[in-house]
């Protein structure tokens, strides 16, 4: 079996010794059941009897293929690789996907020789020197620990974080961190281009261990896969909105940032003063290029205007069933210019409003949409549930200068949610719009619900708001750049 890095992001491995009455096999298929990617059976001299506590089993060949055996035909089930540790033999016998092994086993070059090249090898390797060698003895992941104190393993040594990052930035395989990893503190490994957290404790010793592993993986798998989002948009020559903004923020969110430009704007922070519209043409033609090779976790709709745009952009994410995609219903300047006329808003609604898992209108849009006069909190909250009735997509109704200042209404199947913001007195608030709805996007590339996505994307605004960027003669860009804190 070839190893794929994202096989490795919830690598559980079986406890020493599990709770009275619960089978290991029963144990290992919660932890599949909530997400588990990886398992290794690891197995130490004895267990205590899970049928009576006051004993103890001695781990005899016999028992270890018995439980092998079990284990591996769950994996099979889950489609998961099983690898064994240290038992290279006995991985050879019943042909187990691969095994791990310690700078004190076998040598990778022998076990190579047993198992041959399409088995996994794994090797423990908590030196920069031992990585390396690993790497270049044929190893296909690297084990480096202990991340954190664990008290599972007696005679793990502790591996600082900088030092563990040098170690994944060193060598071209993967390396999966080890040693006291836990739910709440895995966090502290996140952008050190590990590959995966190999945990035991943190996952069976908890009562439920289908649902810890699912919080684990929920965790894992947003720091260690490659997210990937899609802004489809018009291009702002003065950088702070449009495309530029939506890849700037992508990135800002560790997320691979796409484009797909539906227009070229000259404009600066004090105003647009031309529009060159690509063919709607070669605006497919983009979206194809995109689609057919890296496929986008998210999609971020702004700029289009005009009716032939908007229809290229529903055929082609109908084609590709292009999902979760953002709206921002681009209509209204903010100097209260109408932007897309009546073909275009027509277009908009029918073909495109189906399709949007969440839009992101501004008051004036909303009244558009909504064919309602908004002038309090109470006209935005009955505008949003009618634009909800007749589309039938989430909507974020953003807060006016008048109305609200700084907080928004989300209306969804639930109902109203208010999302209370933090009022920044910067002037410079050019892109704001194309911002908000890029950073939602790339929350929900990331996997995060859609509430907490909004939620997430109001905090990073505020955060390129106090930054105090101040530039150009008008209203200026936002500071993108600023770090995201993973509690954000
Ligand atoms: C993924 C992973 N990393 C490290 C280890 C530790 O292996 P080793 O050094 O051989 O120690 P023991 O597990 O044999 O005590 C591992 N098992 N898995
Ligand atoms: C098996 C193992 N190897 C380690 C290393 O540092 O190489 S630490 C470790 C124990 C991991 O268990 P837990 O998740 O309970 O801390
Ligand atoms: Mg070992």
């Known amino acids: 079996m070839k190893l794929t890095r994202s096989?490795?992001?919830?690598?559980?491995?079986?406890?020493?010794?599990?709770?009275?009455?619960?089978?290991?096999?029963?144990q290992v298929e919660q932890s599949l059941k909530g997400g588990a990617t990886i398992i290794q059976l690891r197995r130490k001299g004895s267990i205590i009897d899970p049928k009576d506590s006051t004993k103890t089993i001695t781990i005899t060949p016999e028992l270890m293929?018995?439980?092998?055996?079990?284990?591996?035909?769950?994996?099979?089930?889950?489609?998961?690789?099983?690898?064994?540790?240290?038992?290279?033999?006995?991985?050879?016998?019943?042909?187990?996907d691969g095994v791990h092994i310690g700078q004190d086993d076998m040598p990778i070059a022998e076990a190579r020789k047993i198992l041959g090249d399409d088995v996994i090898i794994g090797l423990t390797a908590n030196k920069l020197d031992d990585a390396i060698r690993a790497y270049e003895e044929g190893a296909d992941y690297v084990g480096s620990g202990a991340v954190f104190a664990t008290g599972t393993k007696n005679d793990a040594t502790p591996l600082s974080h900088k030092a563990f990052e040098t170690i994944c930035r060193s060598i071209p395989i993967p390396v999966v961190a080890i040693g006291g990893i836990t739910e709440s503190n895995m966090d502290q490994l996140d952008t050190t281009g590990l590959a995966g957290f190999a945990i035991i404790s943190d996952i069976f010793n908890d009562a439920d261990i289908e649902t810890k592993t699912s919080?684990?993986?929920?965790?894992?798998?947003?720091?260690?896969?490659?997210?990937?989002?899609?802004?489809?948009?018009?291009?702002?020559?003065?950088?702070?909105?449009?495309?530029?903004?939506?890849?700037?923020?992508?990135?800002?969110?560790?997320?691979?940032?796409?484009?797909a430009i539906t227009a070229l704007t000259a404009q600066n922070t004090t105003g647009v003063t031309s529009i060159f519209n690509t063919t709607p043409?070669?605006?497919?033609?983009?979206?194809?290029?995109?689609?057919?090779?890296?496929?986008?976790?998210?999609?971020?709709?702004?700029?289009?205007?005009?009716?032939?745009?908007?229809?290229?952009?529903?055929?082609?994410?109908?084609?590709?069933?292009?999902?979760?995609?953002?709206?921002?219903?681009?209509?209204?300047?903010?100097?209260?210019?109408?932007?897309?006329?009546?073909?275009?808003?027509?277009?908009?609604?029918?073909?495109l409003l189906p399709l949007a898992t969440v839009i992101t209108p501004n008051i004036?849009?909303?009244e558009i949409l909504s064919r309602e006069s908004i002038k309090t909190a109470a006209d935005m909250e009955h505008a949003a549930k009618t634009i909800f009735d007749t589309y039938?997509?989430?909507?974020?109704?953003?807060?006016?200068?008048?109305?609200?200042?700084?907080?928004?209404?989300?209306?969804?199947?639930?109902?109203?949610?208010?999302?209370?913001?933090?009022?920044?007195?910067?002037?410079?608030?050019?892109?704001?719009?194309?911002?908000?709805?890029?950073?939602?996007?790339?929350?929900l590339a990331k996997g995060y619900p859609l509430l907490e996505s909004i939620e997430r994307a109001k905090r990073y605004i505020s955060l390129t708001l106090s930054a105090m960027l101040d530039l150009g003669q008008g209203s200026g860009p936002l500071e993108h750049g600023v770090k995201i804190k993973n509690e954000l």
């Open 65 to 96: 293929r018995e439980e092998a055996l079990l284990i591996q035909a769950l994996c099979k089930q889950y489609n998961v690789p099983f690898l064994i540790d240290d038992n290279v033999q006995l991985a050879a016998d019943i042909k187990a």
């Open 392 to 443: 039938g997509c989430t909507i974020l109704l953003k807060g006016g200068h008048t109305i609200n200042d700084a907080n928004d209404l989300v209306y969804d199947a639930n109902g109203i949610h208010w999302i209370t913001g933090q009022r920044i007195q910067n002037p410079n608030t050019h892109g704001t719009g194309c911002t908000l709805s890029s950073a939602i996007a790339s929350n």
């Open 364 to 366: 004036p849009e909303a």
């Open 7 to 26: 096989q490795l992001a919830v690598y559980v491995i079986t406890p020493p010794t599990y709770p009275t009455g619960q089978e290991l096999a029963d």
């Open 215 to 259: 919080r684990i993986a929920q965790k894992a798998n947003r720091m260690v896969l490659p997210h990937t989002a899609l802004t489809i948009a018009g291009s702002d020559s003065s950088g702070g909105a449009g495309i530029q903004a939506d890849l700037k923020t992508m990135m800002a969110h560790h997320v691979y940032g796409m484009s």
């Open 281 to 351: 043409q070669f605006l497919g033609e983009q979206l194809d290029a995109v689609f057919t090779d890296i496929r986008p976790d998210a999609v971020k709709i702004g700029m289009l205007s005009t009716k032939e745009l908007i229809q290229v952009v529903a055929e082609k994410l109908r084609q590709y069933d292009a999902k979760p995609v953002v709206l921002d219903p681009v209509m209204v300047a903010t100097s209260g210019a109408r932007l897309i006329d009546e073909n275009a808003l027509d277009a908009l609604v029918n073909d």
